[in-house]
């Protein structure tokens, strides 16, 4: 059974970093497509970034395009969202997650939280003004 483990969240000020990463164990990645969700308070769980299995192919919502940059490791079977520029916005629950569905191929609905089938338990990240 694949589990993953994020790390690297924390208080942090506006225009400040953040590097999160996420471990994966039990079962390798490196054949799948990972993302990136948050959830701020009140809110619906948001698309953030996604990279596909080898790792040239990323994604991201417009919000954080030029800011925010995901890599894997697939020796380390890892994944990070490097965060710079941060914005009181960005506030909220970061998960990762791994779409197993599909291997060595070309995400489509990347930005669907429902093609992900295992998840991360989160880290919190707040940025204050």
């Known amino acids: 059974q694949a589990q993953l483990v994020e790390s690297g969240g924390g208080l942090v000020q506006a225009g400040g970093s953040l590097r999160l990463s996420c471990a994966a164990s039990?079962?390798?990645?490196?054949?799948?497509?990972m993302g990136w969700f948050r959830q701020a308070p009140g809110a619906e769980r948001e698309f953030v970034a996604a990279i596909n299995w080898s790792g040239d192919r990323t994604y991201y919502v417009d919000s954080v395009k030029g800011r925010f940059t995901i890599s894997r490791d697939n020796l380390r079977n890892a994944v990070s969202l490097q965060m710079s520029g941060l914005k009181p916005e960005d506030t909220a629950v970061y998960y990762c997650?791994?779409?197993?569905?599909?291997?060595?191929?070309?995400?489509?609905?990347?930005?669907?939280?429902?093609?992900?089938?295992?998840w991360g338990q989160g880290t919190q990240v707040t940025v204050s003004s």
């Open positions: 997650a791994v779409d197993f569905g599909k291997a060595y191929s070309r995400p489509t609905n990347y930005a669907q939280a429902d093609e992900y089938d295992t």
């Open positions: 039990g079962r390798s990645i490196r054949a799948y497509t």
